[in-house]
């Protein structure tokens, strides 16, 4: 059964403390693994596309990385507005989101 | 640029009314989509059309009706409204079918919906 699971499901982080997310799935024919943000009242914000293991993409203090199994979203001396729900999701034989990870990002 | 535009932004309806959630695009995507978002479920399809005229069911089509009269347009109609379909629905809408290329999917700003 194809699915994905995100972890942790809520993180707090001191301002510049740095830390990943978890992205695992498993699905049939992978054709690409997005990463989004979601801030409260919001729709998601694409932020990366991921197609082969070992791929990686950058943008501001993010970083996104794919294995075969799994990806993480790496946050590097992360910023108050960097608190927001980051999503993952994948497209097999059909589009699937995992439940995101809640970050807070204290001052 | 618009991108996608959704409207209501909140509604509350009583059950067994009906209402259609409308959802627009400007930039010429073949490809349009209804999601609801449920707390712990994460986004779940409803309903797709992968151009004008075609539609297909999602993961969780019950009690929702779609149409595709034209390009920019894919609107959300709910028959009966049940409690349960008390959520957060999203429109979204990419150049081409995830599904042959994963091409992005860009996403409207959400309808809240609550069904008493």
């Known amino acids: 059964e194809d699915q994905v699971t995100q972890s942790p499901e809520a993180l707090r982080l001191q301002e510049g403390e740095s830390s990943s997310l978890n992205c695992s799935y498993t699905v049939s024919g992978l054709r690409g693994l997005f990463w989004y943000r979601q801030d409260p009242g919001k729709g998601p914000e694409f932020l990366f596309t991921l197609y082969s293991a070992g791929e990686e993409k950058e943008k501001e203090r993010l970083k996104a990385t794919l294995t075969k199994k799994e990806s993480f979203l790496h946050i590097t001396a992360p910023k108050p507005e960097d608190s927001a729900t980051y999503l993952c999701?994948?497209?097999?034989?059909?589009?699937?989101f995992g439940t995101g990870t809640s970050l807070t990002v204290i001052p | 640029n618009a991108g996608v535009t959704q409207t209501p932004k909140f509604q509350v309806l009583k059950t067994g009314q009906s209402m259609t959630l409308q959802c627009a695009q400007d930039m010429n995507h073949e490809y349009m989509s209804w999601y609801r978002q449920d707390p712990g479920m994460g986004l779940r399809l409803i309903h797709y059309?992968?151009?004008?005229?075609?539609?297909d069911q999602g993961e969780v089509p019950n009690g929702y009706n779609v149409s595709r009269s034209t390009t920019e347009d894919f609107p959300l109609r709910l028959l009966s409204a049940a409690p349960s379909q008390t959520s957060v629905y999203f429109c979204a809408s990419s150049y081409s079918s995830y599904l042959i290329s994963g091409n992005t999917i860009y996403f409207g700003e959400g309808s809240w919906l609550t069904v008493v």
């Open positions: 059309s992968v151009g004008a005229g075609i539609t």
């Open positions: 999701a994948v497209t097999g034989n059909q589009f699937y």
